[in-house]
């Protein structure tokens, strides 16, 4: 396998987490590149599932490194809970294979404060409270915390205390009461700090490393394209860059590492959270949208909120295609689509009356997803072979590829690590 970027080019919740751990046997190092903790990453190994929301999903292939980029913001606690919690599976999580960044941007109390008070009280974007993206935020405004900095404390006190003032009287104007005192949030943080430690290192320089001595990278995305900060249905995003070349900053490779990028859309659509969702199943659609939900299990795997469901989105597709400059297409969850006498795509929008096949960067009319209708297809089981595929299901895979140019290369037909059909050799 060559280098590889795995990103979502829809909503989130794609299904990365299954592909990356089918991918990571063939890989040396899966390296996260963005988002934080928001990220809820599901494997279902047998019988057991596990939940990721900060280590990579290669974590469960013993010879596999696994890396949090820089792009990464960084939330200590939540990094050693899921640790200890794998360590307690027999994983192992030792600093040889679990490598943080030290320079991840770390997210304090106080910017999970901002996040829920804000919500409470602004624009409400359906965040996932984590404090993405007030963590996001103080990078750019350059009052953030890099997690190495915690090892010269004299030098950091000062400094973030100036910024914990600011973020106190923000709280406070906010409506918020239970912030906590400066002196107990520095001395958990230095406490959390020292038993990261031992997992940080220059992941830059580790890649380049490991790429001269030939090592293979998997890069795994979290959210999805359409919640880019850049490209997304803005505000109504995340707070990181959720596309391909982000891989390259978020871990320190120079963008020709980045040899082949595997965009990941389910069979529908899935949306946690509030904005713009043209496919939603509404009215006519509405029990459509129902037996999506429920047989595609679509409740959020950090949050537990139901996900919004929805036909598949052609036209967003195509603009993902394009953002990310995808070379293969991977579709999850084709079998939940089974049992369907007719499946809809959305193949173009309609606003103000004209029928078009741009994603609009701004969202201020309605936009009425225009649809084609599939013959659908009976249950089939989960299976590695294309051939247990009713014909109408490959027809459907068809049609995306025609639609967006691009091949399907990769075809998950169930929850489990082997229920997955890999049409390039490049993955097997
Ligand atoms: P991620 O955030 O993109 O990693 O996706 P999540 O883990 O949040 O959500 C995907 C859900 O779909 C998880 O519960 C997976 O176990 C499940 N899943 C992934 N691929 C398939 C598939 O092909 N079929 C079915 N039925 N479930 C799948
Ligand atoms: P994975 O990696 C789906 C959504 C939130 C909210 C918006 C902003 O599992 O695909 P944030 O907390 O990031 O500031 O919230 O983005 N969101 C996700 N939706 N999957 C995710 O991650 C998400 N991470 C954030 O619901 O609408
Ligand atoms: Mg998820």
């Not at 190092?29 to 190994?45: M, P």
Request: aromatic share 8%; proline share 4%; with cysteine.
């Amino acid at each position: 396998m060559s280098n590889t970027v795995l990103v979502g080019i829809q909503w989130g919740d794609e299904g990365k987490a299954k592909i990356i751990d089918h991918l990571a046997e063939k890989a040396d190092i899966v390296a996260r590149f963005q988002g934080g903790n928001n990220a809820g990453h599901t494997i279902v190994v047998g019988k057991e599932k596990t939940v990721l929301h900060l280590i990579p999903s290669g974590i469960l292939h013993k010879n596999t490194v696994n890396v949090v980029g820089n792009g990464v913001v960084f939330d200590m606690g939540v990094f050693l809970q899921e640790r200890d919690a794998l360590s307690a599976k027999g994983v192992d999580v030792g600093p040889n294979r679990l490598k943080v960044s030290e320079i991840c941007h770390v997210i304090l109390p106080f910017h999970q404060l901002l996040d829920r008070a804000r919500e409470a009280v602004k624009t409400k974007i359906g965040t996932t409270g984590r404090g993405i993206g007030p963590t996001y935020g103080d990078k750019a405004m350059r009052l953030g915390v890099r997690i190495g900095e915690f090892e010269f404390p004299n030098d950091l006190k000062p400094r973030l205390k100036a910024v914990y003032q600011e973020k106190a009287l923000q709280l406070k104007e906010l409506g918020s009461t239970d912030i906590p005192e400066f002196e107990e949030m520095f001395s958990k943080a230095l406490e959390l700090y020292s038993k990261v430690k031992p997992h940080l290192v220059d992941t830059s320089r580790y890649l380049s490393e490991q790429t001269r001595a030939g090592k293979k990278i998997l890069f795994e995305g979290a959210q999805g394209t359409l919640l880019d900060i850049d490209y997304g249905t803005y505000p109504f995003v995340t707070s990181s860059n959720t596309t391909a070349a982000f891989a390259a900053c978020g871990t320190g490779v120079g963008p020709s590492s980045l040899n082949f990028i595997l965009g990941l859309t389910k069979a529908y659509t899935t949306r946690v959270g509030s904005g713009p969702f043209p496919t939603e199943c509404f009215g006519e659609d509405e029990e459509a949208g129902k037996l999506i939900s429920q047989k595609g299990n679509e409740f959020g795997s950090t949050t537990g909120r139901a996900r919004r469901c929805g036909w598949l989105d052609l036209v967003a597709l195509k603009r993902a295609v394009a953002l990310n400059g995808i070379t293969g297409l991977a579709l999850s969850k084709l079998d939940v689509l089974s049992g369907f006498k007719t499946i809809k795509v959305a193949t173009h929008y309609e606003t103000d009356g004209k029928k078009h096949q741009d994603f609009p960067n701004f969202w201020t009319k309605p936009v009425k997803a225009i649809y084609e209708e599939l013959p659908g297809w009976s249950e089939f089981p989960g299976t590695q072979n294309e051939s247990d595929l009713p014909a109408t299901a490959k027809s459907f895979i068809k049609h995306i590829e025609t639609y967006t140019g691009v091949p399907v290369v990769v075809i998950s037909t169930g929850p489990k690590r082997d229920e997955m059909i890999i049409r390039d050799k490049r993955f097997n």
